[in-house]
């Protein structure tokens, strides 16, 4: 992650849609959103999905602003 190394705790509000597969989403992080058959997999999706952001943003800087 070239020297933007942190941690950050984020909210993730999974539902499941009426199509039957489960939404992942986050107002903590613009962008996040995922869906997936299970709940655990939407939110294994949605950690995935918010490492990769979190590395964009760092390397755009704009990192600083979820911090």
Known sequence: MSGCEAEYSIRVTIRKLPEGVWLAT?????????????????????????????ESYCQHGSASTYR
């Open 26 to 54: 986050s107002k903590d992080l613009p962008g996040l959103g995922d869906q997936a058959p299970t709940r655990h997999e939407a939110l294994d999706a949605a950690r995935a999905v918010a490492h990769e952001l979190l």
